[in-house]
């Protein structure tokens, strides 16, 4: 069986470079909605990219990634692998994509034995927000592992010395360790 994955934001096309390395992919929707990102993913990024916004296994939706997600949720489009590369929310607006709705939004696109991989914030530099984000994915019925690793160039940029993600399937499913 091929895999089907959705990035969430990552117009860069970094992610996309990294899933399109498994044999075992066979497609990827990115939905970023700033077309000017995208324009220089393919253009000046794209030789750092590998060319992934133009792979012939990318589809690319310049929407909201909300609204994106509402439609799949309608049209029944499902997905065994769920990537949310967003950046790091600057207010209220923003931070409803670590909410428990998006999060359930997500769970309602996800395959049987699908996972969802999420970026959140430094868990050292802002703990509260970080383990806020850990729960909200724990009441929207994820089974949450959190994990850090250390990025110089955020550190740098003052982001705080680590950086927070989670890896989650739904909680009746489980994560293998």
Not at 40 to 52: D, H, I, K, V
């Amino acid at each position: 069986k091929t895999l089907k994955a959705l990035i969430i934001g990552g117009g860069d096309g970094l992610t996309a470079r990294e899933l399109l390395k498994s044999a075992k992919l066979g497609t990827i929707d990115l939905v970023d909605y700033d077309p000017e990102v995208l324009s220089l993913a393919r253009s000046e990024f794209a030789q750092l990219n590998g060319n992934s916004l133009t792979d012939k296994r990318t589809t690319v939706h310049v929407t909201d990634a909300w609204h994106y997600v509402e439609e799949c949720q309608k049209s029944g489009q499902q997905y065994d692998l769920v990537v949310v590369d967003l950046t790091v929310a600057k207010d209220a607006a923003e931070a409803k994509f670590h909410s428990v709705e998006w999060y359930r939004s997500l769970a309602a696109i996800m395959a049987p034995g699908a996972v969802l991989a999420t970026n959140g914030v430094s868990p050292s530099n802002t703990p509260n927000a970080y383990w806020s984000i850990f729960n909200s994915t724990r009441a929207a019925g994820f089974d949450s592992r959190p994990y850090r690793v250390s990025i110089p160039s955020f550190s740098d940029l003052g982001y705080g010395c680590d950086w927070g993600f989670l890896l989650a399937t739904s909680s009746e499913q489980g994560i293998q360790a």
